[in-house]
């Protein structure tokens, strides 16, 4: 059965949506991400922990959006190139579902599980 022909249009505008916002998120900033202070008179410990906690995971979302801008900037370059919507390892389709879930998945549901059973 042939995979009905996907509309590109409607992915291009979720994945410049989605990178818009992420684009937003970032510019906004997070002050959790800030220098901890380190000065025990003015910070208790467990107050400096909780910072140190906050920063640490305010790094981890910024490299997480950073990883998702990219995803987005390369499925944007499939659409454009005509490669959008077939599986990197296989070269078939990707079912439309899946890639509504998620537009800048590169791999089809059998290959993600194969790649997913040998790690």
Do not use: N, Y
Request: with cysteine; hydrophobic share 35%; aromatic share 2%.
């Amino acid at each position: 059965m042939q995979q009905p022909r996907l509309d590109l249009d409607h992915f291009r505008r979720e994945l410049i949506s989605l990178r818009e916002r992420l684009t937003e998120d970032s510019r906004d900033g997070d002050p959790a991400a800030d220098v901890v202070e380190v000065d025990q008179s003015r910070v208790g410990r467990l107050s400096r922990m909780d910072a140190l906690l906050g920063q640490a995971m305010s790094k981890e979302t910024k490299r997480r959006r950073a990883a998702a801008l990219k995803r987005i900037a390369a499925a944007l370059g499939r659409i454009e190139s005509g490669d959008f919507g077939v599986c990197r390892e296989c070269d078939e389709p990707i079912a439309s579902a899946r890639l509504d879930f998620d537009p800048t998945i590169t791999l089809c549901v059998r290959c993600a599980e194969r790649a997913e059973s040998e790690t």
